[in-house]
């Protein structure tokens, strides 16, 4: 609905930045966002949304959420130092395979959490801390080896997966910590993946964690459930977050005597709807009976659909009525540079502009130079105002970092 209300808009913003050009809505992204906190506040005292920053890392986009009371969720070095420069007050410091590098990066820079993943990460937290008479809180990040309904890529929390603790290194790794002296071991963390539609994987995890937790006489103060809250890319709903959190608060308050912090690790949740890719028509071809409208993004602008298979809403503006069937490929020498397959859209004709819907979560932050292309811009549209946010890469910056 709120492209046709922006459609002449968005003509002119790909007439002016050209195309492909990601275009993100900050109200959209705000009220997202604001949905999210409000039905937390109603069950939690002291929830955290702690934004993902794998969804997008735009520090324009970061830095809305944060101004609102958004805490950061990051898994690099590289997200680390964006989360500091926009302004997350609270940042939960995730990642399988966390360097030392990392760690003392994070630690040096007072992150509020930092949630282990294996027992060695454990102690170079503490002998760094040490080192600099800090004490760090951790919590640990539990595999509870659960099987969810979700795409094999994104599913986090089986045994086949390689992220977080099982119960016997989670005993462990309490244990290890209470000999340690400038480590704060107060929370608890899983995430099962994502695109979560089931309730009671969210229960199932929680309780296990718990169980262990009061098995090895955690004092906790800090749950975190992760996020991966199941988007709709057909409908744009998201999972029930009202039955989610209800039946989280039910167990939390049958587990512990004090509430905790509950954090919430949503990303795609906030992000998804509040971006478009608009991309421009340069061709419409028949091969073997099949009709192609051939684009100027491809896999390597938006790569959702050749990765995971991912079916987004297209449309194209200034045109309505779907009276053809087509196809949509992009410029990269792949196969799998496939938009959609036998789509019905109005009658397209080179130069018109297509939108990609939903694009605002794993759109430019999985987004690379494959085929030495250049990554496109990124827009923001706020009350109408229209703002370049990143620029779209130069011929010149393929060779910005090259040694020649």
């Not at 296990?208 to 103060?221: F, G, M």
């Amino acid at each position: 609905m709120y492209i046709k209300q922006y459609e002449d808009l968005l003509l002119k913003i790909a007439e002016e930045y050209g195309t492909p050009v990601y275009v993100y809505f900050a109200e959209i992204l705000l009220n997202n966002f604001n949905k999210i906190k409000t039905t937390a506040e109603k069950y939690f005292r002291k929830p955290l949304i702690a934004y993902a920053y794998k969804a997008n890392s735009n520090i324009h986009l970061c830095r809305m959420l944060h101004e609102r009371g958004a805490g950061a969720e990051v898994v690099s070095l590289g997200e680390i130092f964006l989360a500091l420069k926009a302004g997350a007050s609270k940042i939960v410091f995730n990642g399988v395979s966390k360097s030392v590098k990392e760690i003392e990066y994070a630690i040096r820079n007072k992150v509020w959490l930092i949630d282990i993943e294996n027992l060695s990460e454990l102690k170079y937290i503490n002998d760094f801390s040490k080192r600099n008479n800090i004490i760090q809180k951790v919590g640990i990040r539990f595999n509870p080896g659960i099987k969810v309904s979700t795409h094999r890529h994104i599913v986090t929390g089986g045994k086949l997966n390689k992220f977080g603790l099982d119960s016997k290194d989670f005993i462990k790794a309490v244990n290890i910590s209470k000999e340690m002296n400038n480590v704060d071991l107060c929370a608890v963390h899983f995430h099962i993946g994502s695109q979560i539609f089931e309730i009671g994987s969210y229960v199932k995890a929680l309780e296990e964690v718990l169980n262990l937790a009061r098995e090895a006489k955690i004092d906790l103060k800090v749950v975190d459930i992760g996020g991966g809250f199941g988007y709709s890319y057909e409908t744009g709903e998201i999972l029930n977050l009202d039955n989610l959190f209800a039946e989280i608060a039910l167990v939390l308050k049958d587990f512990l005597e004090e509430e905790p912090t509950v954090v919430l690790e949503p990303g795609r949740a906030i992000a998804a709807s509040a971006g478009i890719l608009l991309t421009k028509v340069n061709y419409v071809k028949e091969v073997y009976g099949r009709k192609w409208i051939l684009v100027d993004a491809g896999m390597s602008d938006f790569i959702r659909p050749a990765l995971y298979g991912a079916k987004h809403k297209i449309t194209v503006l200034g045109k309505n009525e779907p009276v053809e069937k087509y196809s949509i490929g992009g410029p990269v020498c792949e196969s799998a540079d496939v938009f959609a397959e036998n789509i019905e859209l109005p009658r397209v004709v080179p130069g018109d502009i297509i939108v990609v819907h939903d694009v605002g979560a794993y759109g430019y932050s999985m987004a690379s130079n494959y085929n030495a292309r250049s990554r496109p811009p990124e827009i923001l549209v706020k009350a109408n105002e229209v703002k370049l946010i990143r620029r779209g890469e130069s011929l010149e910056d393929l060779l910005r970092l090259m040694m020649i």
